[in-house]
């Protein structure tokens, strides 16, 4: 079966759970977790749940582990927390929970963001993976890194990501 077939195959509208990493972020100036749910639901997908946590790993594990058990939950996109200054522990954290990796998501992330910002694109450690049969996706939370990560990668390819991890 070609990859236009599986495409064709896999649910068109999804149950995705958002989560925005950040100590200083509230639902009001939460750009970046807002730019999701507003690009899910142009894409036709439903926002299952939209939360901020502190950089706390225990906080961020806790939510995670909670939407990845919830069968309703198709995929979880995590926003923030994927840089490299001591509270940036998100990818570590989401990492743990991850029963495959998915290290093309991050390395095509990084090149097309060197695209936009140059060797400064090397600064983020964005990463995906399956946990059980959910997809998880980690992307720094500036509007231009969402943008360009939901756009380019997690929107063309999100329902195809979830028929692969639910078969």
Do not use: N
């Not at 582990?65 to 919830?70: H, M, P, Q, S």
């Not at 522990?89 to 936009?116: A, I, N, Q």
């Not at 500036?142 to 756009?151: G, H, I, K, N, P």
């Amino acid at each position: 079966m070609s990859v236009s077939q599986h495409q064709q195959s896999a649910k068109s509208s999804l149950q995705v759970a958002v989560l925005t990493v950040s100590d200083t972020r509230t639902l009001e100036t939460d750009k970046g977790g807002g730019l999701v749910a507003e690009l899910l639901a142009a894409a036709g997908h439903v926002v299952a749940d939209r939360e901020i946590v502190p950089d706390e790993p225990l906080l961020v594990k806790e939510l995670v582990t909670r939407w990845i058990a919830d069968h309703a939950v198709d995929a979880v996109l995590v926003t923030g927390g994927t840089g490299i200054s001591a509270r940036d522990t998100t990818c570590e954290t989401v990492v743990g929970l991850m029963t495959k990796l998915l290290p093309g998501y991050g390395e095509l992330f990084r090149m097309l963001s060197y695209d936009e910002i140059g060797a400064a694109a090397m600064l983020s450690r964005a990463v995906g993976g399956v946990c059980d049969q959910t997809i998880v996706l980690t992307m720094p939370g500036s509007t231009a890194a969402v943008r360009l990560a939901m756009e380019k990668l997690i929107l063309p390819e999100l329902p195809h990501l979830v028929h692969e991890a639910t078969k």
